[in-house]
């Protein structure tokens, strides 16, 4: 973590002010409290400013002031559809079986197979717990799990059905221009213009490279020559601000789910002029690889764009969290407005990361368990019960589900194996802690994309850690370990020190221990 991360973000508070029975919720409040989830996709917390980040994103920080922000949040598999089925069901990839990217339904361009399984009307989310118990449920975004429709959400907007919908006319007219002028997103059509220095870098880069699937997602990175209010991520705000406004005495869930920063890595002009990619500074960790990950399509992308590339990249990134943190403001202005914010349960988050530059990569798409891509963003408000702390507990995606149970009144069903953070939210002594350590994990999907309930033949690997220590052990025998203390940056395996031998043991067995609990054996 950033060595500035402790300063920065006590000066905001200074200025802001696996237990399977069925457990009982926390001691009942007056009125039900209302539920908004506010999801990212791709959020490394490097970037913002309230995790001492480089974007300024007050509307962001002002939500942290308000509430618990944790330092240690990770999410437990760094894939979109993996990460968001912890999230709503309070299991483990290897419990719930969606260890591929559910696309068959939410991304119809994509060639899957037929058999594809992802979240159906069974599974047991917190969501469709809430709905049962009278909430009005509304999904606005990215979803990512549909293998049906469930009929728990009052009404749902995504970005490959209404979205596209709505912008048909506008795609087919950008269509007409000449075939360099727009990049094709899954079959959203979006024109750009690319820098100079950009367009330089991407005619340096391999033939082969330009060949590959998704080349075009890389070499047509640039501003988007749409406007703001074309935008998908400003669409889905509109549509949970019009709900917020609107609610009335009915409890409500509202769950806008953004694409921002995720590809594709293109952005409004306004956002684009805001960061100079010759004042971007690369991370201290950018020339520090690691050979097991030389292959993987996030370190061939740096390899061929080049440093210019990489700066690049991150201006338009930054410039996507920029325009988040905007959403993020209107959202909770909307809900100001509504005199329910005290009474209303706010989490901000991520499904996963993104390597931003960190070890030479960017983007996702690697087999590591850096904290670029395992850590997320994680506040959760709740004016009314809650008070504003910044803390390094840590606390994981999969025990968000079996938190928001507790805290809105409702038993935890014996399905979530996530940890209940209520008790320690409400009291933060350090008895109240539900766990020392928290658990990612990588795991191969089978060709069929089918939900299989996982084990060793599936396993790539885990990490285990805390706010001080990082182990991961991959199914080759390979393992790593780093001082998070000491080294943030995760520049420095200690596997091969022996004078972390005793360390290195201690973590093994609390991973031996972390895997039983959570009945990976």
């Known amino acids: 973590m950033n060595k500035n991360l402790v300063p920065a973000l006590s000066l905001l508070f200074l200025l802001g002010s696996c237990n399977k029975k069925i457990k ?3 001691e009942k409040s007056i009125e039900e409290p209302n539920v908004l989830v506010i999801m990212s996709d791709q959020l490394n917390i490097k970037a913002l400013s309230c995790y001492g980040g480089i974007v300024p994103t007050p ?19 760094p894939i979109c559809s993996p990460s968001r089925a912890a999230f709503f069901l309070g299991q483990y990839p290897h419990e719930h079986g969606i260890i591929h990217n559910a696309n068959r339904i939410d991304y119809p361009t ?9 979240i159906t009307n069974e599974d047991p989310t917190f969501v469709k717990y809430l709905s049962k118990k009278d909430y009005a449920t509304h999904h606005y975004g990215k979803w990512h799990l549909t293998q049906e ?10 970005e490959h059905h209404q979205y596209a919908d709505e912008m048909r006319e506008v795609f087919e007219g950008i269509k007409k221009q000449p075939r360099d002028k727009w990049m094709n997103w899954y079959d959203w059509i979006l024109p750009t213009v690319r820098s100079k220095k950009f367009e330089k870098a991407i005619e340096l880069s391999n033939e082969s490279f330009k060949k590959k699937k998704y080349a075009e997602f890389v070499s047509k990175m640039g501003r988007l020559e749409l406007p703001v209010e074309q935008n998908f991520d400003v669409r889905v705000a509109d549509h949970a601000i019009k709900t917020i406004s609107e609610s009335e005495e009915k409890p409500f869930c509202v769950i806008a789910s953004f694409n921002y920063p995720h590809d594709p890595n293109v952005i409004p002009l306004k956002y684009y002029e805001m960061f100079d990619p010759e004042k971007i500074k690369l991370p201290e960790n950018y020339n520090v690889y690691e050979k097991l990950f030389d292959d993987s399509w996030s370190r061939t992308v740096v390899k061929n764009i080049g440093e210019d590339g990489v700066k690049e990249f991150l201006r338009i990134y930054y410039g996507s969290v920029k325009l988040l943190d905007d959403q993020v403001g209107r959202i909770m202005s909307a809900l100001e407005k509504t005199g329910k ?5 706010v989490i901000f988050t991520a499904d996963h990361g993104d390597m931003m530059g960190e070890h030479g990569m960017i983007w996702k798409s690697n087999n590591s368990f850096y904290n670029g891509i395992m850590k997320v963003p994680y506040i959760i408000s709740y004016p009314e019960r809650i008070k504003p702390q910044i803390t390094d507990v840590p606390i994981s995606l999969v025990d968000f589900a079996p938190t928001i149970m507790s805290l809105t009144n409702q038993s935890i069903p014996a399905s979530m194996t996530g940890k209940d953070y209520s008790k320690w939210l409400l009291n933060p002594i350090e008895e109240n802690i539900p766990q020392e350590y ?3 994990e990588r795991m191969i999907s089978n060709k069929k994309s089918l939900r299989t309930k996982c084990g060793e033949e599936q396993m790539v690997g885990f990490s285990l850690m805390n706010a001080e220590w ?52």
Do not use: W
């Open 438 to 440: 928290v658990l990612c």
């Open 110 to 118: 994509e060639e899957v197979a037929d058999t594809e399984e992802a």
């Open 24 to 26: 009982e919720p926390v």
């Open 59 to 77: 509307n962001i920080d002002k939500l942290a002031t308000a509430g618990v922000l944790f330092k240690n949040g990770i999410c437990n598999l």
């Open 341 to 345: 914010k005290d009474n209303t349960i």
């Open 470 to 521: 990082k182990y991961i052990k991959y199914k080759s025998g390979e393992e790593f370990l780093y001082n998070l203390t000491t080294d943030p940056e995760e520049n420095v395996d200690l596997v091969k020190n022996t004078l972390f031998d005793g360390r290195l043991q201690v973590m093994r067995t609390a991973l031996e221990h972390k895997l039983k609990d959570v009945k990976f054996y």
């Open 149 to 158: 429709p469930v009929d728990y959400f009052t009404d749902e907007y995504d």
